[in-house]
C-alpha cells in the first residue's frame, strides 16, 4: 500500500489526465487497488461535479448568499475543495487553508467548511463544530431595508415572531445576529437584495444541541417566515 503522500499524488495525476474532481479519482484508485480486475469507470469531468446539485441539508445559507459573501457558490467552493484534496484533512486544516489561501472571511469560512463536509459525508445532517445548525430562506416582496428591521425592530419582530431573541452587535452589511434562551444558540440572518422591492431572507440557526432541536426549529422557522411575509407585505 503506497503511502498517503504518493497516494495523493497518485490521485493528483489522474485529476490531471482524466479532468475528474479529487474525490472521483481518489475513489476510483482506492476501486481499483481493491479490485485489479474491475473494470475503470466513465471519468466524471469537473466541470460536470460543479452542475450536480447540492443536497439541501449541507447548505447552511443560499448560494445567493454565498456568492454575496465570498464571491462564490457552493459548488465552486466545492470543487475547489476537491481539487486540494480537502476530503484527507480536518476540519481546521480545511477552515485554516481556505482563510489563508483564498481569504474566506470567519464565519463564512467555517460555513463553507462545514457545508462541504456535510455534502462530501464527512459530517452528520446539521453538525457543525460547535453543536447543530439547520437554515431557512424565503424570499418577499419587500426591500432589504424593511427586511432588516422586521427582524431589529423588536415591535415590529412580535408581529410575526413569536419567541423572543437578544441582538447581538455585528458591523456586517443586511445581516443581524441574536441569541436564542430555549435551547440557548444562535441565530444569524442575512439578507441577499433581489432588486429595489425584492429581498431573499435566509436564517441559520446555529449552535444547536443536537439534530432533533434543528429540525423542530428549522419547521418552525418556514412557519415564522412564511408569516413574516405575510405580515410585511401586506403593509
Known sequence: MPTQKVFKQRVRARMAKTGEAYTTARHQLLRKASDPDAPPAAPVSLTAERTNPIPSD??????????RATGRGHAE??????????????????????GETHGTPGWWTQNVTVAYERARGLRAPHQMADGFAVSVTRTVDIPPELALRAFTDETLRAGWLPVPMRQRPTRARNTARFDWDEPPSRVV??????????????VAHEQLPDAAAGERLKSSWRAWLAALKTVLEVR
Open 58 to 67: 449541507a447548505m447552511l445559507v443560499a448560494d445567493e448568499a454565498m456568492i
Open 77 to 98: 467552493w466545492f470543487a475547489i475543495l476537491d481539487a486540494w484534496g480537502a476530503v484527507d484533512h480536518t476540519h481546521t486544516e480545511i477552515a485554516r487553508w481556505l
Open 189 to 202: 440572518v442575512s439578507l441577499v437584495p433581489k432588486g429595489e422591492a425584492r429581498t431573499t431572507i435566509a
